[in-house]
């Protein structure tokens, strides 16, 4: 089923949401938050959801998946209310695979539900444990989380999946891929039966084994898929350079540069790396050459997350390196470049990573840089968008080779290498005049005498006339030779030991005297 012929030529269907058989409350919030046409992924599958038909649907990305299951949500509970009693079960549960996504669906529920006025309820790993299983037993009406989480308060006895009415699966493809597919059956069994349950399951791709849990999951789900042909939004220029690994960073600066000096440096730019040294190491160098830009990985606090995502949304941020804990669900508007600093080695991931511009019907440009690490997965994304991607050349005026000026030291901090951080810098001190440079003497002239193991043959040890070992020790290690001269030192005799004198305890003798040995 795809949706009606439309009459637009911008990326909204010609359904309006005025059309659709929703209650009073539900229409406010869409009006409130702008919404006025749907998109095709809102226009083919709401009236199925809103029918109560169980639906699997495979849209691009930034094609409005989210809101279109939180309007079928929103639609359930405010036809069925219920009033609100402390330790209510959840009657809609959306599963999420990231933090991120959680916390992105809980913002758009907050706007859309504004005239329903739902209790919402999210958890998610990495914040105040306590306070979120506080939450749950207060009772919610709708429950996003993530499924290690979910799983965790529900075996507490925090909440209960028996009463849910409505079950989401958001980026199906993405928990395969992290592994909570265990998790999330154990969810699904916790849940009523299929057929006592409406479902839906969203995704920017669907493969084989997304389509087998719906058909074990779901009551004979009804599967959309909007231009499957076409993976990746055609609102995106692509472009791709080969180069060798050294020269990507200095690519990526050239690029980022050149942008500046048209002044088409976008607001919000994303560069996506593979691993989380590097994510690191890109931070560090491009923070030199004068951009405000910070990491997004995997190991960083929670409240660092979300204070880093909430400075890229606002515009606070102009740059944000990620991996691919940040490509999958994420509406953030503005974002116009988005630069493939590595290629990802899993096809799929590319499509989400660019899929991250170019949102809601906007144009967005994505580059690639692929150099002899990576190129080898270039394959396997050309099959999966099923185009070429467009190759350019990079001269040399792209590449950015000049040295970043040096970093300014912190107030407080010194400028020793190495030393403690208390130490400030080293202070000048009034320098005597150095001493004349003295002629450096000619080296001992070379004599014919064989190579012994021992000794000199005069048996002293000491060398040979004409040689000056003062100078040379003064010359090794920086020291002014005493009145005297240098004292030789004492020949090492190989297995030779100091005996140690024992010293006697008092009373030993008079003890040795009376054993019975000296008898």
Known sequence: MGPAPGAFEDHLSDVYFSDLPLPHPVRAGIAGCGFVRATPVQAATLPLLLAGRDVTAQAQTGTGKTAAFLITVFTRLAVAPRPPRPGDAPRALVVAPTRELAVQISDDAVALGHFVKPRIVTVFGGIDYVRQRDQLRAGCDLLIGTPGRLLDYEQQGATSFAKVETLVIDEADRLFDMGFIPDLRRILRRCPPPHRRHTALFSATLSIRVLELAWEHMNDAQKIEIRPGQITVDRVTQLLYHVGAREKIPLLLGILKAESRRGETPPRTMLFVNTKRFAERVVATVERHGFHVAALTGDLPQARRLKILTDFKAGKLPILVATDVASRGLHIEGVTHVIN????????????????????????????????????????????????????????????????????????????????????????????????????????????????????????????????PDFWIREAFGLEPPDGGFAPSAAFVPGAKKRRRRRRKAGATGSTSGSPGSA
């Open 341 to 468: 600093v590595d290629l990802p080695q899993d096809p799929e991931d590319y499509v989400h990573r660019i899929g991250r511009t170019a949102r809601a019907g906007a144009a967005g440009t994505a580059i690639s840089l692929a150099d002899e690490n990576y190129v080898f997965s270039l394959a396997a994304i050309e099959r999966l968008i099923g185009m070429k991607i467009p190759t350019a050349f990079a001269g040399e005026d792209l590449f950015e080779w000049g040295a970043p000026p040096p970093p300014h030291p912190r107030s407080g901090e010194g400028l020793q290498s190495g030393g403690p951080r208390h130490l400030g810098p080293p202070e000048e001190e009034d320098e005597a005049p150095s001493p004349p440079l003295r002629a450096v003497p000619p080296p001992p002239p070379a004599t014919d005498v064989p190579a012994t193991d021992g000794p000199a043959p005069d048996g002293t040890g000491a060398p040979a006339e004409g040689d000056e």
